[in-house]
């Protein structure tokens, strides 16, 4: 079992940033791939950023709406992910969601990550 926490989430304006944490506790963390992803309401669940196991900057993916603004990273000598969003938009209003897997390849399948954390939510006003 891996227990995933969250934090960073709130309220910021349009074009500000924000960084959230998910810190992990159980298995190693070192053996899975972290994910973020998002939900805004009424909408399904959506790819936001993985980082692969041998993340070393590297070994990201992310979505296309995201690309060049949110940047992903993981420290797994403290078994935290972090997301760090700049440029922030409503449009990225949503609660975000951080997830592990533990697949050979980085995917950004939601239904391959096998564990979740709480989901904070992320607000940003125009």
């Known amino acids: 079992q891996v227990q995933l926490v969250e934090s960073g989430g709130g309220l910021v304006q349009a074009g500000g940033s924000l960084r959230l944490s998910c810190a992990a506790s159980?298995?190693?963390?070192?053996?899975?791939?972290m994910g973020w992803f998002r939900q805004a309401p009424g909408e399904e669940r959506e790819f936001v950023a993985a980082a692969a196991i041998s993340w070393n900057g590297g070994s990201t993916d992310y979505g296309d709406s995201v690309k060049g603004r949110f940047t992903i990273s993981r420290d797994n000598a403290k078994n935290t992910v972090y997301l760090q969003m700049l440029s922030l938009q409503p449009e990225d209003t949503a609660v975000y969601y951080c997830?592990?897997?533990?697949?050979?390849?980085?995917?950004?399948?939601?239904?391959?990550?096998?564990?979740w954390g709480q989901g904070p939510q992320v607000t940003v006003t125009s």
């Open positions: 997830a592990a897997e533990a697949g050979v390849l980085l995917t950004a399948q939601a239904y391959e990550y096998e564990y």
């Open positions: 159980g298995r190693r963390f070192s053996s899975y791939n």
